[in-house]
Every structure is written in structure tokens, then in C-alpha cells.
């Protein structure tokens, strides 16, 4: 089994940045790639980005490109989410999520990944 942790949401400005964190336990870390995640309120639960297990490799949705990094630290077990530029429309709550599909194309599927965290929430005001 493993277990996810997200922390760092918050409440910002419009235009404000956040970093999100995820601590990951239970399992090799380096097994699994690691996906961001948000769900708005009355909305679908929809991809923000992922990170390859190794961190060499990345894809983001277009509605966060060239405004978030997703990253990781295999030694910390730990994935990040360095939020910029934020907008209202940014806020939802943040999941992070653990596929074992190493082998696929990156995925944007809810469906694709194994585990979940029970996230954290981030307002983002005008």
C-alpha cells in the first residue's frame, strides 16, 4: 500500500504563488510516476501535470503550462507542485496521485493511477 500526503494550500491573491507538496510512503518511491490532480467545486477531478519516475520527463494540462512546475525528490520521497501566476479559476482542491503504469504514455485518466491523497485546498482570490 501506499499512503499520500499533500500540504501546503492555502489562500492567495490572484497572481500569488504556492508550492504544494506530496510525501509518499509505504513503496518504492522510484516506482511510480506522480500526477497533480485538481477538482472545483460541482466539477470533474481533471490532470494538472506529471512527473516520470526518474524526474527527467514532464507534461502539463494547457491551462497550467509555463505557470506550474511539477517536480520530485526520489531521496525525500516527496513530489512538488510550484504554483505561479495563479488565478481565480486555479482554485480547487489539489491531489496528488501514484500510477504504476511505468510503461505507458503519460496519462491524463483519473482511472490510470493506483493511489490517491486526500488533498489540500487552494483558494486563489481576485
Known amino acids: 500500500q501506499v499512503q499520500l500526503v499533500e500540504s501546503g494550500g492555502g489562500l492567495v491573491q490572484a497572481g500569488g504563488s504556492l508550492r504544494l507538496s506530496c510525501a509518499v510512503s509505504?513503496?518504492?518511491?522510484?516506482?511510480?510516476?506522480m500526477g497533480w490532480f485538481r477538482q472545483a467545486p460541482g466539477k470533474e477531478r481533471e490532470f494538472v501535470a506529471v512527473?516520470?519516475?526518474?524526474?527527467?520527463?514532464?507534461y502539463y494540462a494547457n491551462s497550467v503550462k509555463g505557470r506550474f512546475t511539477i517536480s520530485r525528490d526520489n531521496a525525500l520521497n516527496t513530489v512538488y507542485l510550484q504554483m505561479s501566476v495563479l488565478k481565480p479559476e486555479d482554485t480547487a482542491v489539489y491531489y496528488c496521485?501514484?500510477?504504476?503504469?511505468?510503461?505507458?504514455?503519460?496519462?491524463?485518466?483519473?482511472?490510470?493511477?493506483?493511489?490517491w491523497g486526500q488533498g489540500t485546498q487552494v483558494t486563489v482570490s481576485s
Open positions: 496521485a501514484a500510477s504504476s503504469r511505468l510503461a505507458d504514455a503519460f496519462s491524463i485518466d483519473v482511472r490510470r493511477y493506483d493511489y
Open positions: 512527473v516520470s519516475a526518474s524526474g527527467s520527463s514532464t
Open positions: 509505504g513503496r518504492t518511491f522510484s516506482n511510480y510516476r
